[in-house]
């Protein structure tokens, strides 16, 4: 099945934002699904031309049912409040905030099951159509994510990627990125490479490295530089990780937060 099939089979359009980044990748990827009612996921940034093309779109499909969101993060949630204006107040449905709709996991919205996917952020949600998943920043077209380091983020961010392998899906519709028409090999190059960072990391440690410098450049070291703050970020949730399961040794410095992170 190639991408035009998923497209007119899931009767799905991609608006894409003008938003590159290292972080964002091509763009925000904002999909709307079906029509009579369409539903929109993740508007993107608060960029005028984007919203004016997925309301356009929205409208031609005969309108919106609501907007759902991944996360609150700002590049998938900064144009609610313009495509809301656009589209005459239609509703917002997300795991928190200040929004109509308040979901969790196990919950279905329209035509999507909720799937809780945490770990990049705390607030993260799924939504699976059919044999479509909408991963937002859980499962990326390329490359992988930064873990924002919440209380048992890490182990969470893996139970959420166990959930979706369980799922028979044949498409991922990610938040940045190409498609993917391999979610299990997807999802299992996700889980392995999370866990091939841990065996990295207590290697690294076995070996006496404690400070935040030296395991990310031992653990991370195929890590760009314009990506390392991220990778610090990571190595944080990695580090609560081996606490809390009583595996940290004694002497270990965490490093800091940035303050993009918002914490």
Request: glycine residues 10%.
């Amino acid at each position: 099945m190639n991408i035009n099939d998923l497209h007119e089979n899931h009767d799905l359009a991609l608006i894409r934002a003008d938003n590159p980044s290292p972080f964002t990748l091509e763009g925000t990827n904002t999909w709307i699904v079906g029509r009579n009612p369409a539903w929109v996921i993740d508007p993107g940034p608060l960029l005028d031309a984007h919203l004016d093309l997925v309301a356009q779109e929205v409208t031609r499909r005969g309108g919106a049912g609501a907007i759902v969101l991944t996360h609150d993060h700002a590049d998938h949630a900064e144009g609610t409040s313009g495509l809301r204006q656009r589209l005459a107040g239609l509703p917002i449905a997300a795991a928190r905030g200040d929004v109509d709709i308040r979901l969790s996991g196990g919950d279905r919205i329209g035509p999507f099951e909720v799937i809780a996917t945490p770990g990049h952020a705390a607030d993260h949600l799924s939504y699976v159509s059919g044999k479509v998943a909408f991963t937002g920043d859980t499962v990326l077209g390329h490359g992988s994510v930064f873990i924002t380091p919440d209380p048992g983020a890490l182990t969470d961010y893996l139970d959420g990627l166990g959930r979706l392998r369980e799922l028979d899906l044949a498409w991922i519709c990610p938040g940045h990125g190409p498609v993917v028409d391999d979610p299990a090999a997807k999802l299992d190059q996700y889980i392995a490479h999370r866990l091939d960072r841990e065996l990295k990391l207590v290697s690294a440690l076995a070996r006496g490295l404690r400070l935040p410098e030296d395991l990310l450049d031992d653990v991370w070291a195929d890590a760009p530089v314009y990506l390392r703050a991220a990778a610090a970020v990571t190595l944080r949730a990695h580090l609560d990780k081996l606490d809390d399961e009583g595996r940290l040794p004694s002497g270990v410095v965490r490093p800091e937060l940035p303050s993009w992170l918002g914490h």
